[in-house]
């Protein structure tokens, strides 16, 4: 696992916001033309994501997501089993998320809690650990095999960034949800989380569902390369989509709108945020088009 930086070395170049948003705004739109792909050609595909609390999974999955179509790609993050579901298969829960056709499931952690947090914290038996281990290439053989694309990623965070981002949620009221006191603890099981990681990997980095290990302590670099790593893995290709055009608007008809105060509005909130020189903005649109409805 990454560490802290050595006395003496200088910590990393972290790359620019200017270049990155560039870049990021160029690979999000091949991710449209994947999903596109995804779709039209009726494929499936599952995107495992993992890593220690704060290696930046979560900002990841956002900048994969943020300009596709939640209904072709949706994110999953189940919660703490409940005791109906841990009477079940292992993998049940996971099974019952994965695509159809035509799309993407992203899993924000996945079965992978068993080979960590599980097994870290005493959360499952021996030999429920065991067994696991012998499952899970079987398990994501079969996906393979049943023509799913599975792509596995986790996120290599050092002890001295974790600890870093750690302070900055808690600090922040936004992130504060982020960071709980399991969280915390795994600061002091850092070695135990190192060695279930390294096992974890014996067992599951097979050819046909390989673990790729993304750098994170930079965060832009780290996105970067993720997505871009994703797309070069997918044979994806244009496609060709629907001609649209936008048709003309028809003349009025006499249509009058009904008085605003029979409706309730939002109170303007906004109002006391703009500037003295520029008024509420008004009901028409600035191209002069009609009021709104």
């Known amino acids: ?168 949620r808690l600090g922040d009221p936004t992130r504060r949800w982020k960071i709980s006191a399991m969280d915390l603890e795994s600061i002091t099981r850092w070695e135990a989380y190192s060695r279930a990681k390294d096992e974890m990997f014996a067992y599951t980095d097979i050819p046909e569902a390989p673990w790729y290990v993304v750098e994170s302590d930079d965060k832009r670099a780290a996105r970067i390369n993720m997505i871009a790593h994703l797309l070069s893995t997918v044979p994806y290709g244009d496609v060709r989509l629907p001609e649209l055009r936008l048709p003309p608007r028809p003349a009025p008809t006499g249509y009058q709108r009904p008085p605003k105060h029979l409706q309730t509005f939002v109170p303007d909130h906004a109002a006391a945020l703009r500037t003295p020189d520029r008024g509420p903005a008004p009901d028409a649109d600035p191209a002069g088009g009609r009021e709104h409805r």
């Open 1 to 168: 696992m990454a560490r802290h930086t050595p006395p003496g070395e200088s910590e990393p170049v972290r790359l620019p916001r200017a270049p990155y948003e560039r870049e990021l705004r160029r690979l999000q739109i091949e991710l449209v033309k994947l999903q596109e792909w995804v779709r039209v050609e009726e494929q499936r595909v599952v995107v495992v994501f993992e890593g220690r609390d704060a290696a930046g999974k979560g900002g990841v999955i956002k900048r994969v997501t943020a300009r596709l179509n939640p209904r072709v790609v949706r994110t999953v993050a189940l919660p703490v089993p409940t005791d109906r579901e841990r009477t079940q298969w292992y993998f049940q829960r996971y099974v019952e998320q994965l695509p159809a056709a035509g799309e993407i499931v992203l899993f924000d952690r996945s079965w992978y809690n068993r080979a960590g947090v599980e097994r870290v914290m005493g959360f499952c038996t021996e030999e429920e650990y065991q067994r696991f281990l012998h499952q899970c290439p079987l398990f994501e053989r079969m996906l393979v095999e049943e023509g799913i694309l599975l792509r596995k990623y986790w996120f290599s965070v050092s002890d001295a960034e974790q600890e870093r981002r750690f302070r900055q």
